[in-house]
């Protein structure tokens, strides 16, 4: 069975930068393509980025490239989202999901590509 456990989340003022967390377990953590999604209230989810199973192919949606960066480290069977310049429409339950055992080449973006999610982490921006 595997796991997914997101930390990191908080309340933050507008310019602030959050370091989200998500630790896996029960399966080779290297072979797992990560992704990040959010969810406002009223709204659907949505993606914000990805890393592929290497750590060689990584993707954003535009309204944060610039300013968040994923990565990840196998040894911790932890994939990160570092946040900064914050804004109050990044104010959302954010979560991460894997997809385990596929060797993609280029990260995913569609919720449909991973089949494991987390609980989720309040991302909470205030302006």
């Known amino acids: 069975q595997v796991q997914l456990v997101e930390s990191g989340g908080g309340l933050v003022q507008a310019g602030g930068s959050l370091r989200l967390s998500c630790v896996v377990s029960?399966?080779?953590?290297?072979?797992?393509?990560v992704g990040w999604f959010r969810q406002a209230p009223g709204k659907e989810r949505e993606f914000v980025a990805a890393i592929n199973w290497s750590g060689s192919s990584t993707g954003y949606t535009d309204s944060v490239k610039g300013r968040f960066t994923i990565s990840r480290d196998n040894a911790k069977n932890t994939v990160y989202l570092q946040m900064n310049s914050l804004k109050p429409e990044d104010t959302a339950l954010y979560y991460c999901?894997?997809?385990?055992?596929?060797?993609?080449?280029?990260?995913?973006?569609?919720?449909?590509?991973?089949?494991?999610w987390g609980q989720g982490t309040q991302v909470t921006v205030s302006s």
């Open positions: 999901a894997v997809k385990c055992g596929l060797l993609y080449n280029s990260y995913r973006a569609q919720p449909q590509d991973y089949n494991y």
């Open positions: 029960g399966r080779t953590f290297s072979s797992c393509a």
